[in-house]
């Protein structure tokens, strides 16, 4: 009888220090989480997911500036840009003749729509050139720059055709356009090719200087024309000359900014019959593999000005004593932080 008390007694005392040890086990386990959210809390922090889409950058702060700065000036001035402003925006970008003619340096694509209005009052001959040259050798590499890229597009093009080979719809109304636009009949590709090309730099910018009087001409003021081209249609803008002869209806055709003038006298020399010989030694040279030079070139433009020789004369010394075939070789920067807007293009 007292045996099986005391078994049943043992028993239940084993049972009881069982569940006290898995009491204490588990309150041990509650005391070391307990502490662990103590020493190291949870991060209730919520990761966002990486954007997929962009975010627009901010304005640049060097380009914004140069803006400002030629705002201000052309705001002081009633809206027009002033030679002050114009000097101030090529000191803040360093940009300089020299280092350009040198080839140690590229140039801006800073591209202005205008000249200053007040070039002419300018009393330094050296520094209004170096403006006027400053200004107008952005935009002709620039117009360069865009005929070199369509010429790359007419090879792609004519490539596909001539090994079967289909284009699409918008590259053939391109194509089509390029041969109107030129004055080509269609798939003459080498006819097209041999006009749609460059004009270096150095006969452009001696011409520019010749025919706007270094940009100081009423014309290049008051409509952007540098070259003194001829319009007699209605629908063209432009300006009469004040010593037109009577009975005579031409005008001087005005333009919307100075790249406008500059498209229209490349695109002048590039189709109009009186230039075909400087078509031809513009395709003789590049078939010899040389560097396209103005003061060569500029022999076949004694159509250009009833002045004839003299005009060409004229030209080759401004050419020279400018020293403007180093700019032949000149290029674009790649960097177009440089665009600024209004008054630019």
């Given at each position: 009888?007292?045996?099986?008390?005391?078994?049943?007694?043992?028993?239940?005392?084993?049972?009881?220090?069982?569940?006290?040890?898995?009491?204490?086990?588990?309150?041990?386990?509650?005391?070391?989480?307990?502490?662990?959210?103590?020493?190291?809390?949870?991060?209730?922090?919520?990761?966002?997911?990486?954007?997929?889409?962009a975010l627009p950058k901010e304005k640049d702060p060097k380009k914004a500036s140069l803006e400002q700065a030629l705002k201000g000036d052309q705001k002081r001035a009633g809206?027009?840009?002033?030679?002050?402003?114009?000097?101030?925006?090529?000191?803040?970008?360093?940009?300089?003749?020299?280092?350009?003619?040198?080839?140690?340096?590229?140039?801006?694509?800073?591209?202005?729509?205008?000249?200053?209005?007040?070039?002419?009052?300018?009393?330094?001959?050296?520094?209004?050139?170096?403006?006027?040259?400053?200004?107008?050798?952005?935009?002709?590499?620039?117009?360069?720059?865009?005929?070199?890229?369509?010429?790359?597009?007419?090879?792609?093009?004519?490539?596909?055709?001539?090994?079967?080979?289909?284009?699409?719809?918008?590259?053939?109304?391109?194509?089509?356009?390029?041969?109107?636009?030129?004055?080509?009949?269609?798939?003459?590709?080498?006819?097209?090719?041999?006009?749609?090309?460059?004009?270096?730099?150095?006969?452009?910018?001696?011409?520019?200087?010749?025919?706007?009087?270094?940009?100081?001409?009423?014309?290049?003021?008051?409509?952007?024309?540098?070259?003194?081209?001829?319009?007699?249609?209605?629908?063209?803008?432009?300006?009469?000359?004040?010593?037109?002869?009577?009975?005579?209806?031409?005008?001087?055709?005005?333009?919307?900014?100075?790249?406008?003038?500059?498209?229209?006298?490349?695109?002048?020399?590039?189709?109009?019959?009186?230039?075909?010989?400087?078509?031809?030694?513009?395709?003789?040279?590049?078939?010899?593999?040389e560097v396209l030079r103005g003061y060569e070139l500029v022999t076949t433009l004694d159509k250009y000005s009833e002045r004839g020789e003299e005009y060409v004369t004229s030209l080759q010394a401004i050419i020279k004593n400018n020293d403007l075939m180093r700019f032949d070789k000149a290029t674009l920067d790649d960097d177009d932080i440089k665009h600024?807007?209004?008054?630019?293009?």
């Amino acid at each position: 009888m007292s045996t099986d008390i005391d078994l049943d007694m043992a028993v239940v005392t084993q049972s009881k220090r069982f569940h006290l040890a898995v009491l204490g086990l588990l309150g041990a386990c509650v005391l070391v989480l307990a502490g662990a959210q103590i020493l190291r809390p949870a991060n209730t922090v919520s990761k966002a997911p990486k954007s997929i889409i962009a975010l627009p950058k901010e304005k640049d702060p060097k380009k914004a500036s140069l803006e400002q700065a030629l705002k201000g000036d052309q705001k002081r001035a009633g809206g027009k840009l002033t030679v002050s402003a114009l000097n101030k925006t090529f000191s803040k970008i360093g940009y300089e003749l020299d280092p350009v003619l040198d080839g140690k340096s590229a140039v801006p694509r800073l591209f202005l729509s205008s000249l200053p209005y007040d070039l002419g009052r300018m009393k330094e001959a050296d520094e209004r050139k170096s403006l006027f040259f400053r200004t107008l050798l952005p935009l002709v590499l620039r117009v360069n720059e865009e005929i070199k890229e369509n010429r790359a597009k007419v090879w792609r093009l004519r490539h596909r055709l001539s090994v079967g080979l289909d284009i699409r719809a918008e590259d053939r109304i391109w194509l089509d356009a390029a041969f109107d636009k030129y004055k080509v009949k269609s798939a003459r590709f080498d006819r097209l090719l041999e006009k749609m090309d460059v004009v270096p730099p150095s006969l452009a910018l001696a011409q520019a200087a010749e025919e706007s009087g270094w940009g100081t001409s009423r014309f290049t003021r008051e409509g952007n024309a540098l070259f003194g081209q001829w319009t007699h249609n209605p629908k063209d803008k432009g300006i009469v000359p004040q010593n037109r002869e009577e009975g005579k209806t031409h005008r001087i055709k005005a333009f919307d900014s100075l790249s406008g003038s500059l498209k229209a006298y490349v695109l002048n020399l590039n189709t109009h019959k009186a230039y075909r010989g400087f078509r031809a030694l513009r395709k003789q040279m590049h078939e010899k593999g040389e560097v396209l030079r103005g003061y060569e070139l500029v022999t076949t433009l004694d159509k250009y000005s009833e002045r004839g020789e003299e005009y060409v004369t004229s030209l080759q010394a401004i050419i020279k004593n400018n020293d403007l075939m180093r700019f032949d070789k000149a290029t674009l920067d790649d960097d177009d932080i440089k665009h600024l807007n209004n008054p630019l293009i």
